[in-house]
């Protein structure tokens, strides 16, 4: 949320910059909640995990539904979308500049870490696990939209 009347200038500053201007201040609040959302979502991997399989049942019904496979082959490209974004979890989740700034930090040595410390590295350990989940899950995705309207002919 924006606190402060530097905060709103940072982030007036921000938005011209990229091209976007809101004049209306009690618009903008709305827009970073909504973007907050979107990227809890991005980044819950039981969501994403719940959402392929909801569109993939989508899709197997619809293909049943319509005797035509070809729906089932384009759920592929949404599972791609979803493998994709748990791959990239940990870019999502930094941001672009706290990313960079993680990659290029040099160790010290080894310290006591602290709660923010244990806590970070859990969320190493979920980004770990999301990109290997989501490399999986891409490649079924492509599989399924290479070939998913061939299961009819087996």
Same mark, same amino acid.
């Given at each position: ?12 500053? =921000? @938005?011209?910059?990229?091209?976007? /201007?809101?004049?209306? &201040? &009690?618009? @903008? ?18 969501f994403l995990f719940v959402v392929g399989t909801i569109v993939t049942v989508?899709? /197997? ?20 979308? @979803? ?19 993680? &990659?290029? &930090?040099?160790? =010290? ?20 696990r999301a990109t290997n989940l989501g490399f999986a899950i891409t490649m ?5 939209? =290479?070939f998913g309207d061939l299961i009819n002919k087996l």
């Amino acid at each position: 949320m924006v606190k402060s009347a530097e905060d709103w200038i940072e982030l007036k500053i =921000a @938005l011209v910059s990229k091209g976007q /201007v809101w004049e209306d &201040e &009690e618009e @903008l609040p709305n827009l970073l909640m909504l973007k907050k959302w979107l990227k809890n979502c991005a980044t819950s991997i039981p969501f994403l995990f719940v959402v392929g399989t909801i569109v993939t049942v989508f899709f /197997v019904w619809l293909s049943f539904e319509r005797k035509d496979w070809s729906w089932f082959s384009r759920s592929g490209s949404i599972i791609c979308i @979803l493998g994709a974004t748990m791959t990239l979890r940990r870019l999502i989740r930094l941001g672009l500049r706290r990313f960079y700034k993680h &990659e290029t &930090e040099i160790d =010290a040595g080894y310290f006591q870490p602290s709660e923010d410390e244990k806590r970070e590295n859990e969320e190493l350990f979920l980004d770990i696990r999301a990109t290997n989940l989501g490399f999986a899950i891409t490649m079924a995705g492509t599989l399924v939209w =290479a070939f998913g309207d061939l299961i009819n002919k087996l």
